[in-house]
């Protein structure tokens, strides 16, 4: 720890509101607008974290979210976030953050002595080391790489009615990126002729470099107030855009509460749409690799330079600078104009205009030199002077080296749009290069240097894209002109000699590593990358990024403009899963369809199944077992049960077109259909598997209801509307979507006819209303459909009620019931009797089987054309060898299926699966479906089904799947 | 500049009200379109083209499919309205009782639309979505029409999502919450919309 270093006011900063916070269980205080960084370097503390790999100490290198280094857990009553920035985490009251990747404490890490066998850790080393045994890969090595890996841990702790994120969406005409001079100009310029903006920055105030400047306060006050009161121009802060995805649409991320809070928004993800965008992203201070380059107290000139003026932060006493350009040279003399002198200024350029300066303010500059060595483990605490030839010059002490190794424009976002990054040797950088559609780069994010130049640029680009748009951009009040003369930076990436030097920070990757990498066939920029983890992680490598191709270059034998720079991908910087989620989680995740009497059901006791988004009765009863099922099953069986079935698909069909339409779609005939009566029919797909199955109903001469399947509604639905309009353009055909508006109640049961003739208008006898006859009725004074159609092997009805009326008529069945026993069921009662039954559902209408496997081969219409016709006459699909439905039952009564069960041969080879099982109402024993390799031959053998799964095996007998009433007595009654 | 507070987008309270109503689907028959149009004019109900919702004798008429229009009308007898409508169209149309399908909600107030920015992919800015607009979109995951009125937003939704979306409504409007109001009916909506 150094002195306390809080020398100035700074502008973000309020001297009157104390914050009090803990880093690593000790109790520190900062002030209102600090960022743990700033806080903490206000206290003297320059160790924040160990790394990666070598568990080297690390402090502070930045002042934004390039950050490499500074990353600490949090603690919160929501638990304990990773890898949070220090640099751009708010300061709040009670803020407990601890230190990653050490143990026991940050300051005595045993696991530091990874550093003393840095040597035979290089780049790659797992993929050499850990060959063999093989049998190791899973048990030892991985386990243990994987337990190595990473630097924070997550705790979570979210509670069930946590909603941490939210998601926004937006519309504007343009949406700038980045509020720094050159942001703030074209804004303003762009909401000025009415455009509606979006103007977006990572940070919480506006400004950009401009809030480094005080002579830009005023213009910066100004044209924030004016961007304010624009009704056209919204402003996100503390919002960074994430990801570009071309055609207008944008993603940023917002930070909104502090994190202590437990409860409340802590994201918010703006997803963003724009007919333009202009990136005013500004450009990122570089790195120089040299030997000890990440020594706490080792930081970028112009980090220094915010934390002095945002919070009034001196990152130490006797800083030594090191820079190629003139613009990290304003770090020195803000410091300077602050008290604190530089104890040497080390430029590697012969001369300069901005080293002139310095020496007329008294400072010595050691010109045409490098810093070749940072001396200090826990600390900086002197660095070596060499001459540009490698001769040793000086040793300095200072306790913290400011370093500027150029500037390099963001690149991320116009990248992700397919921006070409071109090579500037002005610059010593590569420079995005979009085409004006695509977007408009403005200030330093292309180049430009300078705040008023920025500004200038600016304005040029708001109206290059005012007038894309159809308006003119207005005059408006001139920025300060407070650039200097400025003399052209000289390159420099790396300062040969011993020791090592970091390209990345982050993951620990050395100049060394790269070279490694290169000798290894690793020589292409993106191999590279993979291969050392250069440019990985949280920081993507933004401040060192360039480094490392720079090495590359010269282990290469060509120039950087060959070798390229790392291609950004989104995100620009670490989402949280919770912000991609947004409100869609825990019981949102989903919807949910609830039936029109979801609550009739709930209050009388029902247990929920989800059945796609549908919530169905599963049973009702909250206790498990197959009791309850088999007293709602036996009550159909014996007496009457109703049960809802509001969740199966209908399609009102209407048009003087629709019988041959449904012929068509339909496998068997409907033309022959008579009004007021239904029939089964079943629907292939085009490749001429089986599609789905249910009823179909002529109540009028061009009018039809069609059901389909819970689980198919949606996909018959669309497979009839594409048909409708492609297929059959022609006919004159009406589809609509009525699932939701029919309630329908299945009443089955030797009573249900005595039941339904009690709240129905209508003659329901036999005679009258025989099998398969549909017709209007009023049931309980309510205009209804009636329909004799039976799902579970009894004499069985279907009423349908507007979804509105459900309930009326549903608690005039219940009412009317009570003396014949009526007891409602839910779906596992409907599979038991179904499975007895033979009836498919999904388990078998897998989309695998054919009409032949199921049985329904009879079906098939043999004459006229019809939807996957031709594709089912296949010979494959006829063969006898194919899976086909059967029934099963175990030969020891006392014995039970599962679901899943292989059929087995004398051989132990699998023929078929039981693809449904109940234990039965009327028979000892269980009953099951199967498919089985030519079952329909195989009636009346024997096999073993066996679950691996449970352990379980039994000897089964295979049946007819109509193992109930299979001359259709009971339905017909 | 000062820093701006992380302020929540959160709007100021929204009213949210249910409507009961009629919902009839009118759809020509093939070749039918103009004749329906025709027919429709006679009886004093101007069908809007897609994207529109325009005020009826009767009620609303909301266009977001080619050749479709949901009429709404003040509740009645289950049925009924689309009898009518059936009847009265016959040679060119066909009408199909939706009332049940779908559940109308009203949503009122000067946060109304910020809400809806939350789940809608919508240009929702007045200027762009003004009263007279309707569109089928998605929020919250399931399938919503869209319409403004003067002095709200008409949200048709299916009768089975319709709880799911209130229930995302009311998160969504937090911190400041819904504001359930009584029932409103067709009139309130009609009287409102395209003036």
């Given at each position: 720890m150094s002195g306390a270093a809080r020398i100035a006011a700074g502008i973000l900063t309020d001297p009157a509101r104390p914050v009090g916070f803990r880093f690593d269980g000790r109790a520190f205080a900062g002030l209102a607008g600090d960022t743990l960084a700033s806080a903490l370097l206000a206290n003297g503390q320059r160790l924040i974290a160990r790394s990666f790999k070598y568990h080297r100490p690390r402090g502070i290198v930045t002042?934004?979210?390039?950050?490499?280094?500074?990353?600490?857990?949090?603690?919160?009553?929501?638990?304990?976030?990773?890898?949070?920035?220090?640099?751009?985490?708010?300061?709040?009251?009670?803020?407990?953050?601890?230190?990653?990747?050490?143990?026991?404490?940050?300051?005595?890490?045993?696991?530091?002595?990874?550093?003393?066998?840095?040597?035979?850790?290089?780049?790659?080393?797992?993929?050499?080391?850990?060959?063999w045994p093989a049998r190791a890969w899973e048990r030892l090595y991985e386990p243990l790489i994987r337990r190595a890996a990473g630097l924070g841990k997550l705790v979570p702790r979210i509670g069930a009615a946590a909603a941490p994120a939210e998601t926004v969406h937006h519309h504007a005409d343009v949406l700038v990126v980045g509020a720094g001079a050159a942001g703030l100009t074209a804004a303003n310029l762009l909401g000025r002729c009415g455009l509606r903006v979006l103007l977006a920055d990572q940070d919480a105030v506006l400004g950009g470099g401009t809030l480094l400047d005080e002579g830009w306060t005023a213009w910066r006050q100004q044209t924030g107030d004016a961007l304010a009161a624009s009704p056209s121009v919204r402003i996100l802060t503390r919002s960074t855009v994430v990801g570009a995805?071309?055609?207008?649409?944008?993603?940023?991320?917002?930070?909104?509460?502090?994190?202590?809070?437990?409860?409340?928004?802590?994201?918010?993800?703006?997803?963003?749409?724009?007919?333009?965008?202009?990136?005013?992203?500004?450009?990122?201070?570089?790195?120089?690799?040299?030997?000890?380059?990440?020594?706490?107290?080792?930081?970028?000139?112009g980090a220094a330079h915010s934390y002095l003026r945002r919070y009034g932060v001196a990152v130490g006493c006797r800083p030594a600078f090191f820079v190629n350009n003139d613009e990290a040279y304003a770090a020195l003399f803000a410091l300077a104009a602050a008290g604190i002198s530089p104890v040497a200024v080390i430029d590697v350029r012969a001369e300069s205009l901005a080293a002139a300066r310095a020496r007329a303010l008294g400072m010595r500059?050691?010109?045409?030199?490098?810093?070749?060595?940072?001396?200090?483990?826990?600390s900086v605490r002197a660095v070596r002077i060499t001459a540009l030839d490698g001769a040793p010059l000086q040793t300095v002490r200072a306790d913290s080296l400011l370093l500027s190794g150029g500037f390099s424009p963001r690149?991320?976002?116009?990248?992700?749009?397919?921006?070409?990054?071109?090579?500037?040797?002005?610059?010593?950088?590569?420079?995005?290069?979009?085409?004006?559609?695509?977007?408009?780069?403005?200030?330093?994010a292309r180049g430009v240097a300078g705040l008023a130049a920025a500004a200038r640029d600016g304005a040029v680009a708001a109206a290059q894209i005012a007038r894309e748009l159809g308006r003119e951009c207005e005059p408006h009040a001139a920025p300060p002109e407070t650039d200097l003369a400025a003399t052209p930076l000289a390159a420099l990436w790396e300062v040969p000699g011993p020791g090592r030097a970091f390209v990345d920070l982050q993951n620990d990757v050395t100049t060394a590593d790269v070279r490694l990498a290169c000798r290894e066939g690793y020589a292409h920029l993106e191999h590279m990358k993979r291969y050392t983890t250069h440019g990985m992680a949280t920081d993507q490598g933004r401040i060192g990024g360039l480094l490392g191709s720079a090495v590359l270059a010269q282990a290469r034998g060509q120039t950087l403009a060959e070798v390229g720079a790392l291609r950004p991908r989104p995100f620009a910087q670490p989402v949280p899963f919770a912000a991609l989620a947004g409100s869609e989680v825990g019981a949102h995740f989903k919807p949910q369809r609830r039936l029109p009497l979801h609550d009739w059901h709930a209050a009388h006791g029902a247990s929920f199944?989800?059945?796609?988004?549908?919530?169905?009765?599963?049973?009702?009863?909250?206790?498990?077992?197959?009791?309850?099922?088999?007293?709602?099953?036996r009550a159909v069986r014996q007496g009457v049960g109703v049960t809802d079935v509001s969740t199966l698909g209908k399609i009102d069909v209407q048009g003087a077109d629709a019988v041959r339409f449904l012929d068509v779609v339909y496998a068997n005939t409907f033309s022959t259909l008579a009004v007021?009566?239904?029939?089964?029919?079943?629907?292939?797909?085009?490749?001429?598997?089986?599609?789905?199955?249910?009823?179909?109903?002529?109540?009028?001469?061009?009018?039809?209801?069609?059901?389909?399947?819970?689980?198919?509604?949606a996909a018959v639905l669309e497979h009839l509307e594409f048909h409708r309009q492609s297929t059959c353009a022609q006919l004159d055909?009406?589809?609509?979507?009525?699932?939701?508006?029919?309630?329908?109640?299945?009443?089955?049961?030797?009573?249900?006819?005595?039941l339904l003739a009690r709240i129905v208008d209508a003659d329901v006898a036999n005679a009258a209303f025989p099998f398969m006859a549909a017709g209007a009725v009023r049931a309980a004074g309510v205009a209804a459909r009636l329909f004799r159609i039976s799902f579970s092997g009894e004499l069985a009805f279907e009423l349908a009620v507007p979804a509105h009326c459900a309930r009326t008529v549903w608690e005039a069945l219940q009412s009317a019931g009570r003396t014949l026993g009526l007891l409602p069921y839910g779906l596992d009662a409907l599979n038991t009797l179904r499975i007895e039954k033979g009836h498919v559902t999904g388990a078998e209408l897998n989309g695998n089987t054919s009409a032949h496997d199921l049985g329904f081969g009879r079906m098939l219409k043999p004459q006229g054309?019809?939807?996957?016709?031709?594709?089912?006459?296949?010979?494959?699909?006829?063969?006898?060898?194919?899976?086909q439905l059967v029934g099963v039952r175990p030969l020891d009564r006392a014995r039970r299926l599962r679901n899943g069960m292989h059929l087995l041969a004398s051989s132990g080879a699998s023929e078929g699966y039981v693809t449904s099982s109940t234990p039965s109402t009327e028979l000892p024993g269980w009953l099951g479906l199967a498919l089985l390799s030519g079952g329909r031959a195989r009636i009346g053998t024997r096999l073993t089904a066996r679950s691996e799964l449970h352990g379980e095996e039994v000897a089964v007998e295979i049946l007819s799947p109509h193992m109930l009433d299979p001359e259709n007595v009971r339905v017909r009654a | 500049m000062s820093a701006p507070e992380s302020a929540p987008l959160a709007p100021p309270a929204v009213q949210l009200a249910h409507c009961a109503a009629d919902i009839v689907q009118l759809s020509p028959r093939r070749g039918a379109h103009a004749e329906l149009q025709r027919f429709a004019s006679g009886h004093a109900l101007a069908l809007p083209p897609c994207g529109r919702v325009a005020r009826a004798t009767a009620g609303l008429v909301l266009a977001v499919r080619p050749e479709r229009w949901l009429l709404l009308a003040p509740a009645a007898e289950a049925g009924a309205s689309a009898a009518y409508w059936q009847e009265l169209t016959r040679p060119c149309a066909l009408a199909v009782d939706l009332s049940g399908a779908f559940t109308l909600l009203y949503l009122a107030g000067a946060g109304a639309r910020a809400l809806l920015t939350r789940g809608c992919r919508l240009d929702l800015d007045p200027q762009q979505f003004a009263p007279g607009c309707a569109a089928a979109t998605v929020i919250a995951q399931v399938p919503v029409t869209l319409a403004a009125v003067a002095h709200g937003l008409l949200l048709v939704t299916p009768a089975s999502t319709a709880r799911h979306l209130q229930e995302w409504l009311s998160i969504s409007a937090r911190p400041s919450g819904l504001d359930r109001r009584a029932d409103v009916t067709v009139h309130t909506l009609s009287g409102d919309a395209t003036r």
């Open positions: 002042a934004g979210p390039e950050e490499p280094s500074a990353l600490v857990d949090v603690l919160t009553a929501s638990g304990r976030e990773p890898n949070q920035l220090a640099t751009t985490l708010p300061l709040c009251e009670g803020l407990c953050a601890v230190s990653q990747n050490r143990w026991p404490s940050l300051h005595y890490d045993l696991l530091a002595f990874n550093d003393r066998l840095a040597r035979f850790l290089p780049a790659g080393f797992y993929y050499k080391t850990f060959m995805y071309g055609h207008g649409v944008f993603g940023a991320l917002e930070t909104l509460a502090a994190p202590t809070s437990s409860s409340g928004l802590r994201e918010r993800l703006h997803v963003i749409r724009v007919r333009r965008v202009l990136f005013a992203t500004g450009a990122e201070e570089r790195l120089i690799a040299l030997a000890g380059n990440d020594v706490p107290g080792v930081m970028l000139a500059v050691y010109a045409r030199c490098l810093v070749s060595a940072v001396l200090g483990r826990s690149a991320a976002l116009p990248v992700q749009l397919g921006g070409h990054l071109g090579w500037q040797e002005r610059l010593a950088a590569f420079v995005p290069e979009l085409t004006p559609r695509a977007g408009v780069m403005a200030g330093s199944v989800s059945t796609g988004l549908w919530l169905r009765p599963l049973v009702y009863a909250q206790e498990g077992g197959w009791e309850p099922v088999l007293r709602e099953a007021g009566r239904a029939r089964y029919g079943i629907m292939l797909r085009e490749d001429g598997m089986l599609f789905d199955d249910g009823t179909t109903a002529r109540l009028a001469a061009e009018h039809f209801l069609v059901t389909t399947t819970t689980a198919n509604a055909v009406t589809l609509t979507d009525v699932a939701d508006q029919w309630a329908q109640f299945a009443i089955a049961g030797p009573r249900a006819r005595e054309d019809f939807i996957g016709r031709t594709l089912s006459a296949r010979p494959a699909l006829q063969s006898g060898e194919r899976l | -």
